[in-house]
């Protein structure tokens, strides 16, 4: 039993340098796993390596019969997975009570926080989000290849990316929305390209209020959204 527990920490580790080493140049092989995954679990651990923090990293857990999230607020990383071969877990389960081999992975949440994370002394509610910022720069979105289109193999996302550059790259979105309404009530803009399993939300005031989609190509973006297509 002990050697079969260094056997796998000695693996793990392995599987950390060697992802780090890599880059984590796509997000979108993460999708599919179960939250027990190695590779799972050294993608976040290598996430964690690269903030400023002793304190441990534990998910914020939401469950829901029809979805799963794992939130990890310092790393600007949220997991959501969606339960399969029959499997509806309850509203409020803990962590441990969850059968981890029949939830896959649908969807990785990616954060851009102006602030990083929230001030000390500073509510939540001022800030409007408990993430911080996910620390890997830059991050490597692949495109699906379209026969139609003539389209870069991905794009290489900074935290000062706006969206000029994804409509650029990506081209036209396949739905939008947001961005109606009054500055200080309306919800950011935001754009999804269905076939490359990727949605964009952006933040600042430029994605906000009646002339958002004017100013939106200058706006940064605050959460990024891969998904199973």
């Not at 981890?100 to 990616?110: F, Q, S, T, Y």
Request: glycine share 10%.
């Amino acid at each position: 039993m002990i050697n079969n527990r260094k056997g796998r920490a000695l693996h793990l580790r392995f599987i950390i340098s060697t992802m780090a080493a890599a880059c984590f140049l796509d997000i979108r092989y993460l999708l599919g796993l179960h939250p027990s995954s190695d590779n799972l679990s050294a993608h976040i651990s290598s996430l964690v390596t690269q903030i400023s923090s002793n304190v441990p990293v534990q998910p914020e857990i939401k469950c829901y019969p029809d979805a799963v999230y794992y939130n990890y607020h310092p790393i600007g990383l949220s997991l959501q997975f969606k339960p399969v071969n029959g499997y509806k877990p309850k509203t409020g389960m803990r962590q441990d009570e969850l059968q981890p081999e029949n939830l896959v992975l649908d969807g990785v949440d990616m954060y851009n926080m102006p602030s990083g994370r929230p001030q000390p002394g500073t509510s939540l509610a001022k800030n409007k989000s408990p993430y911080a910022s996910y620390p890997t720069n830059p991050i490597h979105l692949s495109l699906a290849a379209i026969p139609e289109k003539s389209r870069p193999q991905s794009l290489s996302v900074t935290p000062a990316t706006i969206g000029k550059d994804f409509v650029e790259c990506f081209g036209e979105p396949d739905r939008k929305g947001g961005g109606a309404g009054p500055s200080s009530g309306s919800i950011g803009i935001w754009c999804e390209w269905s076939k490359d399993g990727v949605m964009v939300e952006f933040g600042g005031d430029e994605a906000r209020g009646p002339q958002a989609w004017e100013r939106g190509k200058d706006a940064t973006w605050k959460v990024i959204t891969v998904f199973r297509t």
